[in-house]
């Protein structure tokens, strides 16, 4: 019989993160070398990665950071919700962030390629891959660039980590006012900052429909221009940041509350896990 204790199991459980079978059979084939047995569990964990490629990522976290004037924000996703407020993942998710700022990554693409230690963030998310047995990867990577970064994270649940994630670029203004916009955003999720970026065809499509259901609801000739006018800003509303009405104070909109402040906002950048 392989000499082990329940101390080395304990060990490399925590250092591997595998359970507590799959260490005792390690072990006992390592003949109790634990040096040995952490290499096998490595290795029968990732013949099992390419098994999990086809497995639904729908769990995880996102994580941020902002400094002088740059900021990154990382969604990463795994199998469980067990998994995804476990130490572990949290601790993968942070050296993952670290790879992507200092790489200045702005895309999963780049990120994967970028280093992290002696190895690359692939190499980072395969070992886990093996280790934890859930298949992981990084989904989103955004990078925002202003003279003024602010990176807020929320948990839409208290039992998990950040969920939703935002980094807000402003120029002027000051600290709270760009954190209040930022938490609207996490909270009303706009798609683009102003109407600009929403292109002319979909707005002339949201003209026509607003039109049509005006006609088919009976309403007066007269008032239908004024009455496509005030849907159509509804739909900006929806989906625009600066029209949309602030969270804090909804007889003002968040271009007219960062205006106040002396702000205005140049890019924003918002991940919600799994959406």
Do not use: W
Request: proline content about 3%.
């Amino acid at each position: 019989m392989a000499n082990y204790t329940a101390a080395d199991i304990k060990e490399l459980r925590e250092r591997t993160g595998a359970g507590m079978l799959d260490v005792k059979k390690a072990l006992d084939e390592a003949e109790g070398d634990k040096s040995k047995a952490q290499e096998l569990l490595r290795i029968k964990g990732l013949k099992g990665v390419t098994k999990r490629e086809g497995r639904t990522t729908s769990n995880g976290l996102v994580v941020a950071k902002a400094e002088a004037g740059v900021g990154t924000l990382v969604e990463v996703l795994c199998e469980t919700d067990f998994v995804a407020k476990g130490e572990k993942f949290g601790a993968l998710a942070d050296e993952v962030l670290a790879a992507a700022v200092a790489a200045k990554a702005t895309d999963a693409e780049s990120l994967l390629a970028a280093p992290a230690g002696d190895k690359t963030v692939k190499d980072l998310l395969d070992d886990a891959n093996a280790t934890i047995g859930e298949k992981i990867e990084v989904k989103r990577v955004a990078r925002v660039e202003a003279p003024n970064v602010s990176a807020y994270l929320h948990k839409t649940s208290p039992d998990l980590p950040a969920q939703i994630g935002v980094l807000l670029g402003t120029e002027g203004g000051d600290d709270q006012v760009a954190r209040d916009v930022a938490m609207h955003i996490a909270a009303f999720s706009p798609n683009v900052l102003t109407r600009d970026e929403i292109d002319a065809d979909v707005v002339a499509n949201e003209r026509r429909i607003a039109e049509e259901t005006a006609k088919e609801e009976g309403k007066p000739e007269a008032a239908l221009p004024k009455i496509v006018e005030g849907r159509v800003n509804g739909f900006f509303k929806e989906n625009v940041l600066l029209d949309q009405p602030f969270a804090k104070d909804s007889k003002k909109s968040v271009g007219k509350v960062l205006e106040e402040a002396g702000a205005s906002a140049t890019q924003f950048a918002r991940f919600r896990v799994g959406s």
